[in-house]
């Protein structure tokens, strides 16, 4: 599992799922296009959701267990990046990685 450190909070991914996150984050911020993440816990984890603001301002840091960082997915990276210009923000549970190409 990664984690996404925002501010003095602690988020678990899955170290694919957090690659492609970091990717989309860092063009936003890159940008100074500020956006809202949001997913959802699974039942192991209590259920619920949670959402944060993201803006050029925020203190994020990226940790991953992994040693070599994923093969991105080009095409998710592009639904991604889609996404996270919607009103809703970018919403990782209605963005499921496709298969490769």
Do not use: C
Request: aromatic share 12%; hydrophobic share 40%.
């Amino acid at each position: 599992m990664a984690s996404l450190i925002y501010g003095t909070e602690t988020f678990e991914f899955e170290d694919r799922q957090l690659a492609h996150v970091k990717f989309v984050v860092s063009q936003k911020l890159r940008r100074q296009e500020s956006f809202l993440l949001s997913w959802s816990y699974s039942l192991a984890l209590g259920s619920g959701r949670s959402s944060i603001w993201l803006n050029e301002h925020s203190h994020l840091h990226f940790r991953f267990n992994g040693s070599k960082p994923p093969t991105l997915n080009q095409v998710w990276l592009e639904r991604l990046m889609t996404a996270s210009f919607s009103v809703r923000g970018l919403d990782l549970d209605e963005v499921p990685e496709p298969p490769e190409q």
